[in-house]
């Protein structure tokens, strides 16, 4: 019976070691995939004139949404299992989302298909480090990513990828766990959100590192909900819509045209959804942002505690307390300045950028590829990833075999020692 169960364990034990040696041989495989940039020197934004992405919205087109949503997806293996589509759709319909997506990790969840407002999209991503991006109509997942490890180099490798397959790529709430440095976001290219407030992090730090860099980047807030049943995850982020419709072609342009605020809303875990839902309602809105003779004006619904107008590194140039209205004289060296409005403890609005802009456009496309590092690499990992997968597999076979010589050696040793005694007989 213990020859059985140590036999069980043994064969459980190579399994477990083989499907260890597997999982680690293809995301090795991923990393064969490696693409190497040319990046240059970060250039602040320059040029005489600002471009303004609130110029000339009709308040009357706010629309709110979340794009960040996660439903029970891949047979309950990743988070989201008791956060149902239907869940999703009860919770955001009654708290009034005029636009709302599933955003399951790894594919594109249609639940939403049939609504007016339907946008399909995902969050990619399955490193440890969290380095992930939201995908905003999407034509389908991309597989590929770089599990392990991720250089500045991968980082932009993936968000190339996404970009082929979907019409906006935002970086998914790139404080937290790491997954972006603010320094990255001083080369990465090619995207053109970042997900500034998230219920997980505050990212306006790497928001200001892209655009001190002279990235035109803009932002989105979501709550990047799990579980709905846990009410203080729903109606935490979210982003309001500068567009005529909620059609996909009118909310995604109004995004890339960065005519869109985060909103930052304190909320308490006994709050029902009609209490959240009677806060929403009364939330103050922007009534207008715009240049005149190079002074900065916005207009808020209502008197803020106070409005920060915040510029290059981040740094708070201006301040006025008590206010709906209020004015910033823009400087000669003032290569963008964003503001930021606070209610108390309870509200905060967070609005996109105005920037300068010269010849140079800011809308920019991918670094060059530097094709003689990338053909280096991938002639020297080539070789050594089949070596190290010839060897991973020879030892796995090896171990089997070495139990089966190990019992025949041991029946052929008893025979010799026998004979032996026989022989001392016959003497």
């Not at 250089?151 to 397959?165: D, G, M, N, V």
Request: net charge positive.
């Amino acid at each position: 019976m213990k020859k059985i169960f140590r036999k069980i364990l043994k064969w459980i034990l190579r399994l477990i070691s083989g499907v260890i040696s597997l999982a680690f041989i293809l995301m090795i495989i991923e990393y064969l995939n490696t693409v190497f940039y040319e990046f240059p020197e970060p250039v602040p934004f320059s040029g005489a004139d600002f471009h303004n992405p609130y110029q000339g919205i009709n308040e009357a087109n706010w629309k709110k949404a979340n794009f960040h949503a996660h439903s029970r997806a891949w047979f309950g293996l990743t988070n989201g299992n008791d956060n149902p589509p239907e869940r999703i759709e009860e919770v955001y319909g009654a708290l009034e989302y005029d636009v709302f997506s599933i955003s399951d990790y790894q594919r594109v969840n249609d639940f939403l298909r049939e609504k007016e407002f339907f946008i399909p999209g995902y969050e990619h991503g399955y490193n440890i480090k969290k380095t992930h991006q939201l995908c905003i109509g999407s034509e389908g997942a991309t597989m590929l990513d770089y599990p392990l490890i991720q250089s500045l180099h991968h980082k932009q490798h993936i968000i190339e990828l996404l970009a082929a397959k979907n019409q906006i790529v935002a970086l998914a709430h790139p404080k937290f766990s790491g997954g972006y440095k603010t320094e990255d976001l001083k080369y990465l290219t090619g995207y053109q959100l970042v997900e500034v407030l998230n219920n997980y992090r505050n990212s306006e730090a790497h928001w200001d590192s892209a655009l001190s860099a002279g990235h035109a980047v803009f932002l989105i807030a979501d709550d990047d909900s799990h579980d709905l049943n846990k009410l203080h995850e729903a109606g935490h982020h979210f982003t309001m819509i500068n567009a005529p419709d909620v059609s996909m072609n009118s909310i995604v342009s109004a995004l890339k045209e960065g005519k869109a605020y985060g909103v930052e809303l304190k909320v308490d875990d006994k709050q029902t959804l009609e209490e959240k839902q009677q806060l929403h309602q009364t939330l103050p809105f922007l009534k207008s942002l715009e240049i005149e003779s190079d002074t900065l004006i916005i207009s808020l619904s209502a008197q803020a505690t106070f409005i920060q107008f915040i510029g290059q590194g981040g740094i708070i140039k201006k301040t006025a307390e008590n206010s709906a209205l209020a004015k910033y004289a823009l400087q000669p060296d003032d290569t963008y300045i964003r503001i930021k409005a606070l209610y108390g403890e309870e509200v905060g609005l967070y609005f996109n950028p105005v920037f300068r802009k010269g010849a140079t456009d800011p809308f920019e496309g991918f670094p060059s590829r530097n094709v003689f590092k990338t053909a280096i690499f991938r002639l020297i990992t080539i070789p050594v990833f089949v070596a190290l997968m010839v060897a991973l597999i020879w030892r796995l076979f090896r171990g089997a075999g070495r139990g089966k010589s190990g019992r025949s050696s041991s029946s052929k040793k008893v025979k010799p020692s026998a004979k032996k005694k026989a022989g001392g007989k016959r003497k």
